[in-house]
Every structure is written in structure tokens, then in C-alpha cells.
């Protein structure tokens, strides 16, 4: 590993045919654009459209809200997997700094972290991170020392920088595969809509469905759909949680609001 001036963390792996990444980005916006969300998802299409490999959908991760923390409204980073050959990795992280610099929001302060799976040694260490960055105020100058401690790309694209702490413990909830939901809704049926567990696994991205106590729902159970629905990230899977429903209404479950989610 080599580091590249102030603030800059730069990472060449040599010998590894295909890598599996984690990609972050944290507080790239500001009131009058749109979200992180946004901009992680269009990294990832580009990613995709240049041929450097294969992506999945974004995570949102809640970080810790204090007075202490500078964010836009509601202080979350985004993250996806990625997997990309290794001739792309400088490509790829060249690219994604410019990204950044060009399509982050006036007076964000962008942050960027790519993880190679394959390359993380300590993986209880990042973790551990990614939880302690939902409870207390954390630095860059810690974000910049594990990233160095652990082998991670971690950068700084604008403003203070601040938005490495939060793309880090974005990398770290998502590798723990209990945190975050996943971005947007699925698109199928429409809100008010009655559909069984059978037919959402198998007409949507969504892997199993439970209740918010984990508890599997029966195939044929039948469920309300909201005008959203959206997933939660539980066991490395898209999982839809749903909550019961009143007696006598013709179904046994009702999807989640966003407002229920909040945990994740």
C-alpha cells in the first residue's frame, strides 16, 4: 500500500483475477439536491456501463445524529457490492474520486471507500467500527487509521472530508449483513394490492419475508402492500418484514411503513 499526499489513501492489488468490493459514499449532498442514494446508485451504473464488472442494489446505513456531526438531514451512507476485474481497480477508484468531485453537491464533504473483500484480514475490526458509527461521534483521523491498519481505500473528494467517517462505517455495516435498507421500493403491483408470500419472492428481488421478530411468514399467508415497499438487509439477504394485520380484513400481514424501518 502506498498513500498519495493529504487525505488520500491509494491501494494497488497485484495477482487477483476478479475482486469483490464494497463501495461507499457518504455526504454528498445538501438540501436543494438529491440524496446520497442517488449518486451511489449512479456510480454503480456507471461502474457497470464501462464493463469494469457487476454490481448489486445500494444499502442505506443510519449513522449516529449529534450536534457534533455535520449532515444534511438524516447523517446515512450509502454502499454496494461490486465485482470488477483487477486490471479495473485503478480505473476504478481514479473514476470514482472525479465522480465525486464533479457530481457531489456545493459545500458537501464527499468521502469514498472501496473494500476488497478478499484482501480484509480483520474483518471483526471494520465491523465493530460500523456499529460504534451508529452510537458516538467518531474522527477522520480513526477513519484514515484503520482504512490504513486494514488495506482500504478510504478518500476525501471535497470540502472538510468528513464524509470518510461515514463512507467507511458504511463499507463496515454492510459487510456485516444486518444493517441498512436497501435502496428504493420494489416495483410490483400497487399500493392496497393483496399478495400471497409466494408470489412477492417470486416476482420481486426480495429472498424471504418475515415478521419484525424474524419469524418466517407461510407461503400462503397474504399480505397488504404500501404504497412503498422496501427491504431490509437481514442475513446478507433482501427481506421484506411485514407487521399483523387486523382480524377480518381478508389478509394476515401488512408491509411495513419506512417509519417502522427505522432501526435499519
Same mark, same amino acid.
Given at each position: 500500500?502506498?498513500?498519495?499526499?493529504?487525505?488520500?489513501?491509494?491501494?494497488?492489488?497485484?495477482?487477483?483475477?476478479?475482486?469483490?468490493?464494497?463501495? #461507499?459514499?457518504?455526504?454528498?449532498?445538501? !438540501?436543494?439536491?438529491?440524496?446520497?442514494?442517488?449518486? #451511489? *446508485?449512479?456510480? #454503480?451504473?456507471?461502474?457497470?456501463?464501462?464493463?469494469?464488472?457487476?454490481?448489486?442494489?445500494?444499502?442505506?446505513?443510519?449513522?449516529?445524529?449529534?450536534? +457534533?456531526?455535520?449532515?444534511?438531514?438524516?447523517?446515512?451512507?450509502?454502499?454496494?457490492?461490486?465485482?470488477?476485474?483487477?486490471?479495473?481497480?485503478?480505473? !476504478?477508484?481514479?473514476?470514482? &474520486?472525479?465522480?465525486?468531485?464533479?457530481? =457531489?453537491?456545493?459545500?458537501?464533504?464527499?468521502?469514498?471507500?472501496?473494500?476488497?473483500? +478478499?484482501?480484509?484480514?480483520?474483518? &471483526?475490526?471494520?465491523? %465493530?467500527?460500523?456499529?460504534?458509527?451508529?452510537? %458516538?461521534?467518531?474522527?477522520?483521523?480513526?477513519?484514515?487509521?484503520?482504512?490504513?491498519?486494514?488495506?482500504?481505500?478510504? =478518500?476525501?473528494?471535497?470540502?472538510?472530508?468528513?464524509?470518510?467517517?461515514?463512507?467507511? *462505517?458504511?463499507?463496515?455495516?454492510?459487510?456485516?449483513?444486518?444493517?441498512?435498507?436497501? @435502496?428504493?421500493?420494489? !416495483?410490483? &403491483?400497487?399500493?392496497?394490492?393483496?399478495?400471497?408470500?409466494?408470489?412477492?419472492?417470486?416476482?420481486?428481488?426480495?429472498?424471504?419475508?418475515?415478521?419484525?421478530?424474524?419469524?418466517?411468514?407461510?407461503?400462503?399467508?397474504?399480505?397488504?402492500?404500501?404504497?412503498?415497499?422496501?427491504?431490509?438487509?437481514? +442475513?446478507?439477504?433482501?427481506?421484506?418484514?411485514?407487521?399483523? *394485520? =387486523?382480524?377480518?380484513?381478508?389478509?394476515?400481514?401488512?408491509?411495513?411503513? @419506512? +417509519?417502522?424501518?427505522?432501526?435499519?
Amino acid at each position: 500500500m502506498n498513500q498519495e499526499g493529504s487525505g488520500k489513501i491509494k491501494i494497488t492489488y497485484e495477482g487477483v483475477e476478479r475482486m469483490k468490493l464494497l463501495i #461507499a459514499i457518504d455526504d454528498t449532498d445538501n !438540501l436543494e439536491t438529491r440524496g446520497t442514494g442517488h449518486l #451511489a *446508485a449512479e456510480l #454503480a451504473k456507471e461502474i457497470k456501463n464501462h464493463g469494469w464488472g457487476e454490481v448489486k442494489p445500494v444499502t442505506r446505513h443510519q449513522l449516529f445524529v449529534h450536534d +457534533d456531526i455535520p449532515y444534511t438531514s438524516h447523517n446515512s451512507a450509502m454502499c454496494f457490492p461490486a465485482t470488477i476485474g483487477q486490471e479495473h481497480w485503478d480505473k !476504478l477508484i481514479v473514476f470514482g &474520486g472525479v465522480f465525486l468531485e464533479t457530481k =457531489s453537491a456545493l459545500g458537501s464533504d464527499p468521502g469514498f471507500c472501496v473494500l476488497n473483500l +478478499d484482501q480484509l484480514q480483520e474483518p &471483526g475490526k471494520l465491523m %465493530k467500527y460500523g456499529h460504534q458509527a451508529k452510537k %458516538k461521534v467518531l474522527t477522520k483521523e480513526r477513519a484514515y487509521q484503520l482504512a490504513d491498519d486494514l488495506n482500504i481505500h478510504l =478518500s476525501e473528494h471535497g470540502g472538510t472530508g468528513q464524509g470518510v467517517v461515514g463512507a467507511l *462505517a458504511g463499507a463496515a455495516l454492510r459487510l456485516t449483513g444486518n444493517d441498512g435498507r436497501f @435502496r428504493g421500493k420494489h !416495483l410490483m &403491483g400497487h399500493g392496497g394490492e393483496v399478495w400471497t408470500v409466494n408470489d412477492i419472492v417470486s416476482q420481486s428481488d426480495i429472498d424471504r419475508i418475515t415478521d419484525l421478530q424474524g419469524h418466517p411468514i407461510p407461503a400462503q399467508d397474504k399480505i397488504l402492500l404500501g404504497e412503498k415497499v422496501k427491504s431490509v438487509l437481514v +442475513d446478507h439477504q433482501s427481506v421484506l418484514l411485514v407487521c399483523p *394485520a =387486523s382480524p377480518n380484513t381478508g389478509h394476515q400481514w401488512y408491509t411495513c411503513t @419506512r +417509519d417502522m424501518l427505522g432501526d435499519y
